[in-house]
């Protein structure tokens, strides 16, 4: 397959310290208080370059077992990625870039079953309670601000390359809520969503 970068609505905040292609297309790298990140589909080796706002001395790739050797040019750094797989670039021991290089993404589900959050918007929703073998799809390029809920039951399905942000509460409704809860669930599945400003437990 061709790359397939992720790109999120334009409200939210983009990084001023980073910028990074994939194979010599643009990403969106997106910043946090906790560090800065992009993700992309792809399913092969990817080479990455990162444009840094300052020039780097020191650059780690982890999972350090991948053994990613990282190469420093002024301002840039470069390396390969080797196929799908969450890296962590650490510059300079404090400053964090989270490449999420994910594997070509399944197909949205349909059916009356099937909560979708469409890619290219930023979702208020608040709390979400999902019925007896629901599914809730976030797709890639959405941001589901709430949180999940789900009791009692079974099959419950929760997926998609999309995020979820927990940080909706303090801002509605001045308390702290857990990310996702499942309840007394059984045969249920959370999967590759990206879960960021949780104000308590993620999960």
Not at 31 to 59: M, N, Q, Y
């Amino acid at each position: 397959m061709n790359l397939l970068a992720h790109s999120y609505p334009s409200s939210l905040p983009r990084s001023t310290r980073f910028r990074a292609t994939a194979d010599g297309q643009a990403l969106d790298v997106l910043t946090h208080p906790s560090a800065d990140h992009a993700s992309f589909e792809c399913d092969g080796p990817v080479a990455i370059e990162i444009e840094c706002s300052e020039s780097p001395s020191e650059v780690k790739v982890r999972p350090l077992r991948l053994d990613i050797e990282a190469e420093i040019q002024g301002n840039r750094i470069r390396f390969l990625a080797p196929g799908p797989q969450a890296l962590q670039v650490e510059v300079d021991g404090t400053h964090l870039l989270y490449v999420y290089a994910l594997a070509p993404a399944a197909p949205t589900p349909q059916g009356p079953d099937v909560r979708i959050f469409r890619s290219g918007a930023v979702h208020e929703a608040g709390l979400i309670v999902l019925k007896d073998g629901e599914t809730c799809w976030i797709e890639a390029g959405a941001v589901v601000r709430g949180s999940i809920r789900a009791a009692n039951g079974s099959g419950f399905h929760i997926g998609g390359y999309g995020i979820l942000d927990g940080g909706y509460w303090p801002e509605h409704e001045g308390r702290c809520r857990k990310s996702l809860v499942l309840d007394h669930c059984r045969d249920s599945r959370v999967e590759d969503i990206l879960m960021l400003g949780p104000t308590s437990w993620m999960l």
